[in-house]
């Protein structure tokens, strides 16, 4: 699964790049953003190298959370990504149930998690991360 990896980050990184240059490395919306497409990616990657779309979720999961124990942040960073990871799988989910995610690039698929920035909310703590389940979440 290393290669469907370096595709979906390497996909990721250039999208956010362009949507959001210099930004998207902040605790922002753009970085809400990021975490959400790569775990989208790497599901939609995954998924093409290995045909089971629960085994891609996994994969997705697991790479993301090895991320931010390979690199921690501070408390509420780090569940900021995780929660933010989390609905990016959600996400891909959805999609997976309307149409086949196989045929759809990554450029469309950013489009489309793009209008969800609108709804990000900014968090404070932890306990009120853990209210918004089903939106981006950012810290700035």
Known sequence: MVIPTIIATKNCIRISDHYFPNLHHLNNSSNA???????????KEAYQWNKDF????????????WHEEFSPNKPLERAMDL????????????????NNIIETDS???????????TTSKKVSNLNEL???????????
């Open 130 to 140: 853990r209210t918004l389940k089903n939106q981006l979440v950012h810290l700035i």
């Open 33 to 43: 953003f990021r975490h959400a497409l790569w775990n989208i990616l790497l599901t």
């Open 107 to 117: 450029e469309k698929l950013a489009k489309e998690l793009l209008p969800f920035l």
């Open 83 to 98: 929660h933010n990871n989390a609905y990016g799988r959600t996400f891909v989910h959805k999609m997976f149930k309307r």
């Open 54 to 65: 629960n085994e891609a979720l996994q994969w997705a999961k697991t790479i993301t959370d």
